[in-house]
């Protein structure tokens, strides 16, 4: 029997544990169309201005700086302040992750619930996801490398092996394995597999980037593979696809 004076409703309360993780903050921050624009330009790990953000998303400066400020204080994005300007840029690398997997679970279900436009090929092919490798050439990278034991998979973190920073030292890739895990699984939106991400990914593509192995693409996140780019990933064994 409810007491009088206390509702239903504050029973209930009472009576259902705490088990909320903090998520719903989160799952606002990114829930409006403007902020997902933000977020989505900065997914290759860029910094940008808010000037320049408001132009992504369609919005006003003013509006801009308040979708902004929501996803700073949600830990989505971290400022960098350079003197009196301000860049944003995702806040670490679970966040990158996260995004990644939510457009993972966005594509399928809009696949099961509408005909959707096809993806870029240039994007399907090499891009970057935060500040490594993905599409179909991260996809090979994580294979060549499991294939040749560079790297030690356990769940969904691995390490790198010997032969792999053996491997680092002669292709110049500045990678040290300060601390584990060295690399994580992250899914890929567009292959439905996990390609690499962490320390030791973005060690990678950094290094691709520096010598001109990939270029950017004509649209956001596309990379283009070069000749110097083949010839890597030849001497690494991996399969190119495209």
Known sequence: MIKPGITAEVCMAIARPSIQSGFSRLAEALSDPAREAMVSALAD???????????????????????????????????????????????????????????DVATKADAQGRKRAGVAEELRQSRSCYCHLAGQLGVSLKDALLRRK??????????????GLEWCRVEEIDFAPSRSPHFRLCNDWTERVPHFSGAFANAILKRLTETRCVEPGKIPRALKLTRKGRAFFDRLGAEIPF
């Open 150 to 163: 560079f790297v030690a998979v356990g769940g969904r973190e691995g390490h790198v092996t010997d032969g």
């Open 45 to 103: 790990g860029k910094a940008m201005p808010a000037g320049e953000l408001a132009v992504i998303a369609g919005v006003s400066p003013q509006s801009a700086s308040a979708h902004l400020q929501k996803l700073v204080d949600a830990d989505v994005l971290s400022v960098w302040a350079q003197g009196r300007f301000r860049y944003y840029r995702i806040s670490d690398e679970d966040v990158a992750s996260l995004i990644e997997n939510l457009v």
